[in-house]
């Protein structure tokens, strides 16, 4: 009797210590959050880079500010700086970053297509820390308010700098016409050239494509797009495009166009997933969303996209080129949307179509993070393949959380000394991009052992 009460004791302190060690699903000691107060869009990138044992990241406050952040792995410091008070209460709104070659950070942020708080005219705004590796302060907020012509402001920034062309600066964004478009800048922004609209359709002016932009950093940009949201687009396919040394090109090397013969036509482009070509095989239109793009250690292009063939179902899905055609594969289910709204027979979804988010390891393009329902709770998963997307191991970063983990995003540049490699959104409430209280979390890796 006394061996069996012994040993019901150890059994209960263990499960009572794993009970203490989880606290609204995090590990202690393993998960780390970033802010108490954030939010963030998937279409303006990079979120969160890393550099020199810190993170740097940003996001939108409950109340519209832009805050950007810093987290110290060795000290555990983390940093916050309120950029623009009550600037956009939109978590479109997420401020965009890149590292210069003197170390220094630059940020960029705009208002969904409209003005800031007390602004006079919707602007991309920028500034650059004052000094190297450093957020304390900043230099004076500069706007960058020349559009192409059309109704709307300025959406979603996602800035690219290339080593190759003198450390030109790109930078992307939804333009008032709602097409993909695009300035540049050779001096760091003290001046920047004439937008430019990079893609549009001549058969169907109304498309409006939703864009992932990235770069290896030194003289390609990567981009991969749709005909357009998702619920206006029954048949919603996605679309890739390459630019190198003032050309634009399909995976397979195909040129499309060049910066000369700018808007580049949406259906020259190269299809990855043929939305129309699928109804033709099943008579079940099947749209998708694009959520992110790279290339591996090869050069070659990946990217991870949506399905949503309901929208109660949504399916998470790899593509990658492997030098003669486009593997395609399915990585998870992705459940149903996420936003947690009144349930009223009178209140429809308003955005059925935000799946928890799928997104790339830049550094390692064979591993993916996303985000999927466990029961009715979304929690942030790893996946790892080894034959080009056909099989996945996956892995839970996230368990037994009480409310949602979705829009991971993976930091750029952490490699193997970075104890965290990716970010996410935890919500206290989601209703809207514009009524929202979240938190950005991280997964802290444990120490390896000397």
């Given at each position: 009797?006394?061996?069996?009460?012994?040993?019901?004791?150890?059994?209960f302190?263990?499960?009572?210590?794993?009970?203490?060690?989880?606290?609204?699903?995090?590990?202690?000691?393993?998960?780390?959050?970033?802010?108490?107060?954030?939010?963030?869009?998937?279409?303006?990138?990079?979120?969160?880079?890393?550099?020199?044992?810190?993170?740097?990241?940003?996001?939108v406050?409950?109340?519209?500010?832009?805050?950007?952040?810093?987290?110290?792995?060795?000290?555990?410091?983390?940093?916050?700086?309120?950029?623009?008070?009550?600037?956009?209460?939109?978590?479109?709104?997420?401020?965009?970053?890149?590292?210069?070659?003197?170390?220094?950070?630059?940020?960029?942020?705009?208002?969904?297509?409209?003005?800031?708080?007390?602004?006079?005219?919707?602007?991309?705004?920028?500034?650059?820390?004052?000094?190297?590796?450093?957020?304390?302060?900043?230099?004076?907020?500069?706007?960058?308010?020349?559009?192409?012509?059309?109704?709307?402001?300025?959406?979603y920034?996602?800035?690219?700098?290339?080593?190759?062309?003198?450390?030109?600066?790109?930078?992307?964004?939804?333009?008032?016409?709602?097409?993909?478009?695009?300035?540049?800048?050779?001096?760091?922004?003290?001046?920047?050239?004439?937008?430019?609209?990079?893609?549009?359709?001549?058969?169907?002016?109304?498309?409006r494509?939703?864009?992932?932009?990235?770069?290896?950093?030194?003289?390609?940009?990567?981009?991969?797009?749709?005909?357009?949201?998702?619920?206006?687009?029954?048949?919603?396919s996605?679309?890739?495009?390459?630019?190198?040394?003032?050309?634009?090109?399909?995976?397979?090397?195909?040129?499309?166009?060049?910066?000369?013969?700018?808007?580049?036509?949406?259906?020259?482009?190269?299809?990855?997933?043929?939305?129309?070509?699928?109804?033709?095989?099943?008579?079940?239109?099947?749209?998708?969303?694009?959520?992110?793009?790279?290339?591996?250690?090869?050069?070659?292009?990946?990217?991870?996209?949506?399905?949503?063939?309901?929208?109660?179902?949504?399916?998470?899905?790899?593509?990658?080129?492997?030098?003669?055609?486009?593997?395609?594969?399915?990585?998870?289910?992705?459940?149903?949307?996420?936003?947690?709204?009144?349930?009223t027979?009178?209140?429809?979804?308003?955005?059925?179509?935000?799946?928890g988010?799928?997104?790339?390891?830049?550094?390692?393009?064979?591993?993916?993070?996303?985000?999927?329902?466990?029961?009715?709770?979304?929690?942030?998963?790893?996946?790892?393949?080894?034959?080009?997307?056909?099989?996945?191991?996956?892995?839970?970063?996230?368990?037994?959380?009480?409310?949602?983990?979705v829009?991971p995003?993976?930091?750029?540049?952490?490699?193997?000394?970075?104890?965290?490699?990716?970010?996410?959104?935890?919500?206290?409430?989601?209703?809207?991009?514009?009524e929202?209280?979240?938190?950005?979390?991280?997964?802290?890796?444990?120490?390896?052992?000397?």
């Open positions: 009797m006394k061996l069996y009460a012994i040993v019901v004791f150890l059994l302190f263990n499960l009572k210590s794993k009970a203490q060690e989880v606290e609204n699903g995090y590990r202690s000691g393993r998960y780390q959050t970033f802010s108490k107060d954030g939010a963030w869009c998937w279409f303006s990138d990079p979120r969160a880079v890393y550099l020199n044992g810190k993170i740097y990241s940003g996001w406050a409950a109340d519209g500010s832009i805050v950007v952040g810093s987290y110290d792995q060795e000290t555990a410091e983390i940093k916050q700086v309120n950029l623009f008070p009550t600037f956009n209460k939109d978590d479109h709104a997420n401020p965009t970053f890149l590292i210069l070659p003197d170390k220094r950070i630059m940020v960029f942020f705009s208002a969904h297509n409209g003005k800031g708080f007390g602004e006079e005219k919707p602007a991309i705004f920028y500034t650059t820390s004052k000094k190297p590796e450093d957020i304390s302060e900043w230099e004076t907020l500069q706007r960058k308010t020349e559009n192409v012509e059309g109704p709307k402001g300025f959406c920034t996602n800035p690219v700098m290339l080593s190759a062309e003198n450390n030109r600066i790109y930078i992307f964004w939804r333009g008032g016409d709602w097409k993909p478009t695009f300035s540049y800048t050779d001096d760091f922004g003290v001046t920047w050239s004439q937008p430019f609209t990079l893609v549009k359709s001549s058969l169907n002016e109304g498309k494509p939703y864009v992932k932009v990235s770069s290896n950093g030194k003289d390609e940009i990567y981009f991969a797009f749709t005909d357009g949201h998702p619920g206006n687009e029954p048949l919603n996605i679309y890739y495009l390459k630019y190198r040394v003032g050309k634009f090109y399909k995976a397979d090397g195909t040129v499309v166009g060049s910066m000369h013969s700018l808007p580049l036509e949406h259906e020259d482009c190269d299809i990855v997933y043929d939305a129309n070509q699928a109804f033709k095989v099943s008579r079940n239109g099947v749209r998708s969303w694009i959520w992110d793009v790279s290339s591996d250690k090869s050069g070659n292009p990946v990217l991870v996209y949506t399905r949503l063939p309901a929208e109660t179902k949504h399916e998470y899905y790899y593509a990658k080129w492997n030098g003669d055609t486009w593997l395609d594969y399915k990585i998870s289910s992705a459940g149903s949307f996420f936003p947690r709204y009144p349930k027979k009178e209140m429809q979804e308003p955005e059925p179509h935000y799946s988010g799928v997104y790339l390891d830049h550094e390692n393009t064979n591993v993916v993070y996303y985000s999927r329902p466990i029961g009715d709770i979304f929690e942030i998963f790893k996946a790892e393949t080894k034959d080009a997307g056909a099989t996945w191991v996956e892995v839970s970063i996230t368990s037994n959380s009480t409310k949602d983990n829009r995003f993976a930091i750029r540049g952490a490699g193997d000394d970075a104890k965290a490699q990716v970010l996410w959104m935890y919500n206290d409430q989601y209703t809207h991009y514009k929202f209280k979240a938190r950005i979390k991280m997964d802290l890796l444990e120490k390896k052992k000397e």
